[in-house]
């Protein structure tokens, strides 16, 4: 049974922090991936990690800012948000791949080529 299952959500203030966690079960993936999705915007791709070659990808919108890791052991995928902005205020969601290639893509992707994903989690910048 594939289950993804994110946390770490919540209200900040501007120039503030959070780290999101997915925790993931029931399959092999090999490019884990956030993103995220504002009301009345198309979803969008924020970052993604090759798990195994621990290559990482991002959105121009979060270089510098946002950090995606994974750890292995505990199968759970993290993004480390610094200096947030009101922009990054969205529903963000954990998804998974067994493609690779989908992982240097996740700045263009919307996400319809990922199988697997989780409910999401809010974090809202004010």
């Known amino acids: 049974h594939v289950q993804l299952v994110e946390s770490g959500g919540g209200s900040v203030q501007a120039g503030g922090s959070l780290t999101l966690s997915c925790k993931a079960s029931?399959?092999?993936?090999?490019?884990m991936a956030w993103f995220r999705q504002a009301p009345g915007n198309e979803r969008e791709g924020v970052a993604a990690?090759?798990?195994?070659?621990?290559?990482?990808y991002y959105a121009d919108s979060v270089k510098d800012r946002f950090t995606i890791s994974h750890d292995n052991a505990k199968n759970t995928l993290y993004l480390q948000m610094n200096s947030l902005k009101p922009e990054d205020t969205a529903m963000y969601y954990c998804?998974?791949?067994?493609?690779?290639?989908?992982?240097?893509?996740?700045?263009?992707?919307?996400?319809?080529?990922?199988?697997?994903w989780g409910r999401g989690t809010q974090v809202t910048v004010s």
């Open positions: 998804a998974a791949e067994t493609s690779t290639f989908l992982c240097a893509q996740i700045a263009t992707s919307t996400g319809a080529e990922f199988k697997y």
């Open positions: 990690i090759y798990i195994g070659g621990d290559s990482t």
């Open positions: 029931g399959f092999t993936h090999y490019c």
